[in-house]
């Protein structure tokens, strides 16, 4: 009887008393391999690891004195541990795929405690190998990298304050101690130490400048006195009196007998009235035989140097990557969109999107960092750009996210002309209620619109506070001379009282850029932008954040003579400076140094509108076909959609004749 296989599991001894009961196994190497269950160890961060030893490998360098070569492998080092994660090996099965690589994109640190531990180690032996080499401007690099990812590290900020020191900038030490200070004990101490190191270089400093000073005063004591003015020399080629020439000769012999007498018979009295009376003859002598200079020539009149444009560059998607700033790239930086599509894309999208894009971009050259709260002052001229037409300003905060709340207030400084009635064509003088203009999330932005001067809104908004002073102002396309002089005072006005504020101002010129699919060209300012640019250049002479540059979100105006007219054609960034007002130069000034430069000033030129120009056109065409149709009536020949292919073309290419387009090229009488 077979027993269950528990109870011959159980009943062991017995069962080695029993034969052993041939059955057909088969082996385990020939089993098919099932799936493991079991879960794969984590394999460790080879990026890390490889970090490490470059580390160590660096520390051994640098102990045998090979400063250089130890740095090198610290900085292979930081490079490891900022490479992208390695791809799945080919031929593996349910891998996802990795996400592309942006070569351009900044890499994203790791959280991970040891990498960062790992890493502020790095920053900082490359400070300390930058110390060696005294190279203390690097040095103060690393440290700031290390600090940005612990700020209360105390050996950077001991290197820190150390360069700080060679440098002899006392105040960015102080600053740098005065943290080490908040650290603890240790720091305190260390503090200590190097104000005391400081204030000994800086008395010996000071003590090796007097004793400088000391030495050239010294010298210039014992410099020798300066010759005493010899006696006027008679040049015996000059013309003289024969008496005075007699008269010189008798006082000298009677000088000389005097002086000749005994000491007790000598008179002191008629000695000096006799040596008193010579030296007046001998000096009138003197200058009556000295040659007179000729007259200097009359000063030439300066010749000064004609203005020219400044350079103007490219702009490359390069140059707007910044951190910070996360732009759309897809749409940004596409030239589908913002070459390509211009003039057969929608119009309106340009309009909305490419000041905001411009303002940022202008920001981003100037390396400009916006806070959470912006405030932007748009100034415009409604006699050449639109006053009341909105923007898509969530664009603006979807490439900065860091923004919580932006408010653009735009001003219109241009000249207000009146309607029939006498009423302007908005309130002048006051500010419109604040309408929204864009929202991503929580996060808004808002408009509000303003006609008059800049004096005059600050003093309509004197008890807004944080309205009346901007982070940043934008000249959108504003023709500084405008249309008269008035229109200059205007925009000077405005330039000072932003620069008097510390406002830095981004401005914005219309040109005529590349037509898409047309041939290239060199692209051209506009005469208005032209002439600002010397308004700027010659007469106000900022400093420049941003230098100017060929803009990439532009609107597409009309067709030009070689290409398209754009707004926003040109772009750069003026650096504001604490001046008074009454530092800048005048209108006046300003006209009379432009006319010196060889610059002509001539009024803004109102664009004619497409429309009018299209209707009238349009006007035109129509009454020549009609004219072209009652002849072709008179003539018996059929007219109209209705007529064969063939009739059609030959009355297209009559007609091509009948308006006078073609008579230039049979070359007629």
């Not at 925009?491 to 932003?498: D, G, M, S």
């Amino acid at each position: 009887m077979q027993l269950p296989r528990w109870l011959e599991s159980a009943l062991g001894v017995c069962q080695r008393r029993k034969p052993p009961v041939e059955e057909d196994v088969t082996p385990f190497w020939e089993l098919p391999s099932k799936p493991s269950v079991e879960v794969e160890e984590e394999k460790p961060d080879q990026s890390f690891e490889q970090a490490n030893h470059l580390k160590d490998e660096g520390k051994d360098k640098f102990a045998k004195g090979e400063t250089n070569e130890a740095m090198e492998h610290w900085v292979h080092a930081l490079d490891a541990l900022c490479a992208p994660p390695k791809p799945a090996e080919d031929g593996e099965e349910g891998a996802p795929a990795p996400p592309p690589v942006n070569p351009f994109k900044p890499p994203v640190l790791s959280d991970d405690p040891k990498v960062k531990e790992l890493r502020i180690s790095l920053l900082l032996n490359l400070a300390l190998g930058h110390k060696k080499l005294k190279q203390w401007r690097y040095e103060i690099s690393y440290c700031d990298e290390a600090l940005h990812d612990e700020p209360a590290n105390k050996k950077a900020l001991f290197l820190k304050a150390d360069a700080l020191g060679e440098l002899c900038s006392w105040k960015e030490a102080e600053e740098t101690v005065a943290k080490l200070e908040e650290i603890g004990d240790e720091g305190k101490v260390f503090a200590r130490q190097k104000r005391q190191e400081w204030r000994t270089r800086r008395k010996a400093a000071d003590a090796k400048e007097k004793k400088m000073w000391s030495g050239a005063l010294a010298d210039a004591k014992a410099a020798p006195a300066p010759p005493e003015p010899a006696e006027p020399i008679i040049d015996a080629t000059a013309t003289v009196d024969p008496a005075v020439a007699l008269e010189i000769k008798k006082l000298k012999a009677t000088l000389a007998a005097l002086k000749g007498m005994a000491k007790e018979l000598q008179d002191a009295d008629l000695i000096l009235a006799t040596q008193k009376k010579l030296d007046q003859k001998l000096l009138l002598v003197s200058s009556a035989s000295t040659p007179q200079p000729p007259e200097a020539e009359p000063a030439k009149a300066q010749v000064l140097e004609k203005w020219v444009l400044p350079k103007v560059s490219q702009m490359s998607v390069f140059d707007l990557r910044r951190k910070g700033v996360e732009w759309d790239e897809s749409e940004d930086f596409s030239d589908a969109v913002w070459k390509d599509g211009l003039g057969r894309r929608e119009a309106l999208y340009y309009q909305q999107r490419a000041l905001p894009l411009t303002l940022l971009s202008g920001a981003v050259l100037a390396e400009i960092d916006f806070q959470s709260e912006v405030i932007v002052h748009c100034l415009l001229d409604g006699n050449t750009a639109p006053f009341a037409q909105p923007h898509d300003w969530a664009s603006f905060l979807r490439r900065v996210p860091h923004v919580k709340t932006l408010t653009i207030v735009y001003i219109d400084i241009g000249l207000v002309g009146e309607d029939p009635s006498g009423a302007p064509i908005m309130p002048y003088g006051t500010l419109l209620r604040p309408t929204e203009e864009g929202r991503v999330g929580d996060r808004v932005a808002r408009a509000a619109r303003f006609l008059g001067t800049y004096k005059e809104f600050l003093g309509h908004c004197r008890e807004l506070p944080g309205l009346v002073v901007p982070h940043i102002a934008l000249w959108a396309d504003v023709a500084l001379y405008g249309f008269n002089d008035e229109d200059l005072g205007i925009r000077l006005e405005a330039y000072k009282l932003l620069t008097a504020a510390g406002v830095p101002s981004v401005f914005t010129y219309g040109g005529e850029i590349a037509e898409p699919g047309g041939p290239q060209i060199v692209p051209r300012v506009e005469d208005s932008g032209s002439l600002s640019l010397a308004i700027l250049g010659v007469g106000l002479r900022p400093r420049m954040m941003a230098s100017w540059h060929w803009n990439r979100f532009v609107v597409p105006l009309d067709r030009g003579e070689h290409g398209i007219l754009a707004a926003h054609a040109l772009i750069g960034v003026a650096k504001a400076g604490k001046l008074a007002v009454d530092k800048l130069p005048s209108a006046a000034t300003i006209k009379k140094a432009m006319k010196d430069r060889g610059m002509a000033v001539a009024p803004c030129k109102l664009p004619k509108a497409p429309m009018a120009r299209d209707m009238a056109a349009e006007k035109l065409k129509r009454a020549q076909w009609e004219a072209f149709c009652r002849k072709m009536k008179e003539a018996g020949r059929p007219s109209g959609p209705n007529v064969s292919l063939e009739e059609r073309n030959r009355q297209a290419m009559e007609f091509y004749q009948f308006c006078g387009a073609g008579e230039g090229l049979g070359g007629g009488a």
